[in-house]
């Protein structure tokens, strides 16, 4: 147990004994305990295995390279669409984690053995992405805002996309692209003050 992580699982309100008992189970795998992003994350040699985090409504394990595990239980989650590697085991009661506690560290070991392995995710590049037309439509129109959404990192590109995209009308997507175009001349991301 690392001393820095203990503050997560104390100022837990409504998960405390589930991610206690998470993280019982995944030191019993012989992990690192760290913290990153907030949360404890547990490596082997350096490496990203699996963090616990908790939500209102669910706690979970999330597997960095979760997509290349078999889960031959069904139990993997991808939080989003746009997530491409990370998945998720979420959790609601003790008793659920306590049945899968087997499964949970027969999981853990299969992402050791990823990593052991060199296994990489092949993530879609941003050019794999489509391109809102509101937002395709002002990159035609606009040369310099085409040229610094070119120069932004492609995270940076892919927040955009990803934000403009989310909008389910058109109105609200034109919307969503006339207020951000200015952080885009600036060179900033979504997130950037």
Known sequence: MNPKVDFYFQKAEKWQKELELLRTIVLDCQ???ELKWGVPCYTFEGTNIVLIHDFKEYCALLFHKGVLLKDPKGILIQQTKNVQSARQIRFTSVQEITKLKATLKAYIFE???VEEAGLKVELKKTEDFPVPEEFQDK???????KKAFKALTPGRQRAYIFHFSQAKQSKTRASRVE???PKILEGKGLEDE
């Open 31 to 33: 992990l690192t305990e």
């Open 111 to 113: 992402a050791v053995e």
């Open 139 to 145: 990159l035609d129109k606009i040369p310099a805002l």
């Open 179 to 181: 207020k951000f175009m």
